[in-house]
C-alpha cells in the first residue's frame, strides 16, 4: 500500500493541532503502522516537546531540505512506539527557509523512501509561507477547530484555501467539545459546526483535563490512557476512521452509542426543508 | 485626502488598482508631458494593467480627453476603466471617449470599495444578467458581479457577495452581501436563511439586531423601505 500524507491545519492557533498529531501519530503507529510525525512550526517548533523526543534532536526538516544530512538521520524513533518517527523543525530558522516544492519532495520521499504508511504534518497557524509549506505534497488534509466562532471562522478559511489549492474534501475533526457545555446550551454544538463548515466529520474529541498533563509529561494520552471515552479513546477511533473502518461517530463524542452520524451537504439544499408559504 | 503634491501627474496603487492622479491647477501640456515620462518609466510593469484616471476637481474637455487616451491607452497599452472626477462638466468629454464616468466626492475608502465594485467585472458579464453560482462561500472569499446573483450554496461568515443587481441565496447568508452595488436602491437581498452579519443595498448598510432573536430558516428578503434595510418574510 502507498503511504498516505496528511496535513493538519487550523488557522487558528492553540486549537489543539500538535495535540491531534501527535495522538493521531502515535495511536496509527500503535495499529502498526509506520508513521512519521513532521513539524512544520519552523522557528516555533512543539511537537518534539508534546511527543516527548526534545532531548534527542540532532538534525531537524531544513537540515534535510538543505542536504545536510540524510533524510533518515533526522527521523526520531519513539522510545515507546515501535513504528513511530518524528522530523523535527528547525527552532533557529524561519518559514522562508523552505519552500513548498522542497515540501513537495520530502513528502515523496517520506512514502517512497523511508515507506511510511502516514505521514502527518503538524500545520502551523495562520495562512502565510507556514501554511502554504505545510500543505504541500500532503495527499489529504484534517481541519482541527474548537467549538468556538473564532475557531470555526478561520478553519473556514482554511477550508477555502485549501479549495484554492485543489485539495477538495478536507475532513473536520472537532477538539475539546464539552458535552456538558452543548447539554446546557451554553455553546456552539457539533451540528452548528458542521452546518456551517459542510466538511466530513471524521471524529469528535471531548474536553480532557488529562491532556494537559500528558503534554506536559511528553507522553501523547494514547499510550498511557485505555479508556475508550475521554480523548485517547477518541483519538484511537480517528485513527481507525483513517485506516477506512467504519467506526460510528457519536453524536456526544464519548461513548459507543449513538448512530453514525456523517453529515455532508452538497449545495446546501439537503437542510432542514424551508417552510413554503 | 491631502494631495498637495507638486507633481502634474502621480501614479499610485492602492490595494491592487492603479490611479493616475490629476493635477487640478497644473497645466494641460505639463500634465501631459509628465504622463508621457512616467508612463514610459514604467512601461514595462504597466502595460496591459487596468488603471483608474482620477481627474479630481480638474475639468476635462473632449480634446484633451483624447490626448490622454492616446498617451494613455494608444502608446501604452493600459486598459482604463474607471474615470473618477468631482466635476460634472467632465462627464460628457469622458464618456464621448467611451470611458466609465463616476462622480462622487467619496472618500478613499468609499472610493476604493465602490471601484472593486465596479471594476473587477468578468469580461463578459452584461447588466442585468444573472449569474449562477453553485458553491459555498467561505470565509475570505469575495465575489463581485455587475450582474444579478444567485448561489446555490451558503455564504459562509466573513465572506463577500457584491452584485450591482440582486443577491439570491439558496442557502444561508451568514456573511456579508451588497446588493445593487451601483446605486440602485430597488436591489433585493434573498436568502433561504437570513443570518448575516451585514447586509448593503446601494448605499445604505444594515446590521442584525445584537439580541439574537432570530428564528431560522425562514426564506427572507431585505430590501430598502424609506431609507433603511427592512427584511421580511419571503412570499
Not at chain 1, 484555501?161 to 478536507?170: R, S, T, V, W
Not at chain 2, 436568502?191 to 425562514?218: C, F, H, M, V, W
Amino acid at each position: 500500500m502507498a503511504g498516505k500524507a496528511f496535513v493538519v491545519t487550523s488557522g487558528k492557533g492553540g486549537v489543539g493541532k500538535t495535540t491531534v498529531t501527535a495522538n493521531l501519530g502515535t495511536a496509527l503507529a500503535l495499529r502498526g503502522n509506520k508513521v512519521c510525525v513532521v513539524d512544520s512550526d519552523i522557528g516555533l517548533r512543539n511537537l518534539d516537546v508534546v511527543m516527548g523526543l526534545e532531548t534527542r534532536i540532532v538534525y531537524d526538516l531544513v537540515d534535510v531540505i538543505e542536504g545536510k544530512c540524510r533524510l533518515k538521520q533526522a527521523l526520531i524513533k519513539h522510545k515507546k512506539a515501535e513504528r513511530l518517527f518524528l522530523l523535527p523543525a528547525s527552532q533557529t530558522r524561519d518559514k522562508e527557509a523552505i519552500t513548498p516544492d522542497q515540501m513537495k519532495d520530502l513528502m515523496a520521499r517520506m512514502k517512497n523512501e523511508e515507506e511510511f504508511d502516514y505521514v502527518l504534518v503538524d500545520s502551523p497557524a495562520g495562512i502565510e509561507r507556514g501554511f502554504r509549506n505545510a500543505i504541500a505534497g500532503v495527499d489529504e488534509a484534517l481541519i482541527v477547530t474548537t467549538p468556538e466562532v473564532s475557531a470555526i471562522r478561520d478553519a473556514d478559511r482554511i477550508i477555502g484555501l485549501l479549495q484554492a489549492a485543489e485539495m477538495y474534501e478536507p475532513k473536520l475533526i472537532i477538539n475539546r467539545l464539552s458535552t456538558d457545555m452543548v447539554k446546557r446550551d451554553k455553546t456552539v454544538d457539533q451540528y452548528d459546526i458542521i452546518d456551517v463548515l459542510a466538511i466530513e466529520l471524521l471524529g469528535i474529541v471531548p474536553e480532557d483535563g488529562n491532556i494537559v498533563v500528558s503534554t506536559n509529561e511528553g507522553m501523547p494520552i494514547v499510550l498511557t490512557d485505555d479508556n475508550s471515552s475521554g480523548s485517547a479513546g477518541a483519538f484511537r477511533r480517528i485513527a481507525r476512521r483513517i485506516e477506512g473502518e467504519n467506526v460510528p461517530i457519536s453524536p456526544t463524542g464519548d461513548t459507543n452509542e449513538g448512530l453514525f452520524v456523517r453529515f455532508k451537504k452538497f449545495l446546501g439544499l439537503d437542510r432542514k426543508e424551508p417552510e413554503r408559504v | 485626502m491631502a494631495r498637495r503634491s507638486p507633481a502634474a501627474v502621480e501614479i499610485k496603487g492602492f490595494g491592487n488598482d492603479v490611479n493616475i492622479i490629476l493635477n487640478a491647477d497644473a497645466a494641460f501640456s505639463a500634465i501631459e508631458a509628465q504622463l508621457l515620462k512616467k508612463l514610459k518609466n514604467s512601461d514595462k510593469f504597466l502595460a496591459g494593467v487596468e488603471v483608474i484616471l482620477d481627474t479630481g476637481e480638474r475639468v476635462l474637455n473632449t480634446d484633451e480627453c483624447g490626448k490622454l487616451k492616446e498617451i494613455i491607452t494608444g502608446k501604452f497599452g493600459l486598459v482604463v476603466s474607471n474615470v473618477r472626477c468631482r466635476s460634472e462638466e467632465s462627464r460628457t468629454a469622458v464618456e464621448e471617449i467611451g470611458w466609465n464616468f463616476e462622480h462622487r466626492d467619496l472618500t478613499e475608502f468609499e472610493a476604493k470599495e465602490k471601484r472593486k465594485a465596479l471594476v473587477r467585472k468578468p469580461p463578459d458579464e452584461k447588466e442585468n444578467d444573472t449569474v449562477l453560482i453553485k458553491r459555498t462561500f467561505r470565509s475570505g472569499q469575495k465575489e463581485l458581479h455587475r450582474a444579478n446573483v444567485v448561489i446555490v450554496g451558503d455564504v459562509n461568515p466573513g465572506a463577500e457577495v457584491v452584485a450591482t443587481g440582486d443577491v439570491v441565496v439558496m442557502g444561508a447568508l451568514r456573511g456579508v452581501a451588497h446588493a445593487g452595488a451601483d446605486g440602485d436602491d430597488s436591489a433585493v437581498i434573498i436568502a433561504l436563511d437570513l443570518s448575516p452579519i451585514q447586509l448593503r443595498i446601494s448605499e445604505y448598510i444594515g446590521r442584525p439586531p445584537d439580541l439574537k432573536l432570530k428564528t431560522r430558516n425562514i426564506p427572507e428578503i431585505a430590501r430598502v423601505e424609506d431609507g433603511s434595510i427592512v427584511i421580511e418574510k419571503l412570499r
